[in-house]
């Protein structure tokens, strides 16, 4: 078995051996590597007719039509292009803009820019599960409001929006909703038309096709409009310019093709595996599952290990890849401000791993990891200090503790 | 990030790990940090009539340096007295241990954790 073992999928996946075929055949001279904006040669030809099909293969996985794609370097700038791309475009409609305290950075931050442009953001909290509920966005929507931008899955809990309410309600309001899908493509069923979602961001690396491309869907109809954040050639309907990546957008399309006909098989199996890993640790004393354990992907796991720091706990696993809930890492000591938002306390944050499984993990895999978890967990319990109150009834909580 | 050499090897094999009896007269312990902020020590010393430490504990709940730390401590106090264990300072650990800056903190709450033992022992002797 290679070690270290990847448990980190939501936060990057390697690529598929057959999309890796499939980009590789356009990149040398005797392959596919033309310009698609060169009308005037088979080259370009060629290479607009392989982009065209990855159009269609992203488009079918979220039931779009292929005219709404537009491609873009990822689901960061997807979201950057949606959210301040409606916010200016639409601006004299309106200021406000709803989002939630759990999205990733790039909405997060998208919004905070918009805040210093005199934009109105309202950040929604989730229940103690990581659900935003749909009535919390209704009640929310005002007069002003443009734009609704939530995620379809979280990426340290898993947990699954319930988009198509949402979408429901954004369009009886007349209200833009986007949606970051960045951890739920290929994962979870979407549908962009029965959901009634305007914009969707996804990327390709989270489902086994390559860093550094992705879409972002821009509804026909009802017809939704942006204003550009890259000019240049007017490619993609003018809305992103600059010239296309054959190999990347080809790796993409067959990433999502392959994800459209194996996901449902996947999903079993994954859920399968990751109930395996949490039977094997769910019996250990004061261990707790972070977010909704059943609204939420296959894949995921997020466990706090009470009484453990993860940073400590991962340095233990060094057999295991796997993600902190905890930031210790970074220069700020603040824990996850995900799974803060949740309400838990600072050191049960810090107390928190995400497992996150895919398309190649094993149940040997899953097993060694088990292993692993114990011994690490029993260690570092045997030197913490809050185990050893714990264990003689001390009430943490009871204590004055001096915060540095 | 990388660890040094010295923060796996305490990180590995803890030096000292345990606990004594808070309400023997002859032990001083010190408690720092906040589960909140990640990092908790608790260091104890059993303390000889000639004032000289003879045997130190820990047990820490936080990342590896902050471990490597109290481990590390706990080699270095025993033999010296409360004036001479009271006085390391926290770049020493942080040198020995070759920690990074964002783990200065690490060693700082070492120092303080001896501190507060031989605070916490002085105390009891100077009623």
Known sequence: MNSPIYFDYAATTPVDPRVAQKMSDCLLAEGNFGNSASRSHKFGWEAEEAIEIARRQAADLIGADPREIVWTSGATESDNLAIKGIAHFYQSRGKHIITSKIEHKAVLDSCRQLEREGFEVTYLEPDSAGIISPEVVSETIREDTILVSLMHVNNEIGVITDIGAIGEICRAKKVFFHVDAAQSVGKVDIDVTAMKIDLLSACAHKIYGPKGIGILYVSRKPRVRLEAQMHGGGHERGMRSGTLATHQIVGMGEAFRIAKAEMHAENIRIMALKQRLWDGLSDMEEVFINGSPDQRVPGNLNVSFNFVEGESLIMSLNDLAVSSGSACTSASLEPSYVLRALGLNDEMAHSSLRFSIGRFTTEENVDFAIGKIRAAVEKLRELSPLWDMYKDGVDLNSIEWAAH | ?127
């Open chain 2, 1 to 127: 990030m990388a660890y040094s050499d010295k923060v796996l090897d305490h990180y590995e094999n803890p030096r000292n790990v345990g606990k004594m009896d808070a309400e023997d007269d002859t032990v001083g312990t010190g408690m720092v940090g906040a589960p909140a902020c990640g990092d908790v020590m608790r260091l104890q010393i059993k303390v000889g009539d000639d004032g000289v430490i003879q045997d130190a504990k820990f047990k820490t709940y936080g990342c590896g340096s902050a471990i490597a730390s109290s481990s590390l401590l706990t080699e270095w106090v025993k033999g010296r007295t409360l004036d001479e264990a009271a006085s390391i300072k926290n770049t020493e650990i942080a040198e020995e241990l070759a920690l990074p800056p964002v783990k200065i903190h690490c060693s700082v709450l070492a120092e303080d954790a001896i501190k507060a033992a031989v605070k916490d022992f002085r105390e009891k002797h100077s009623a």
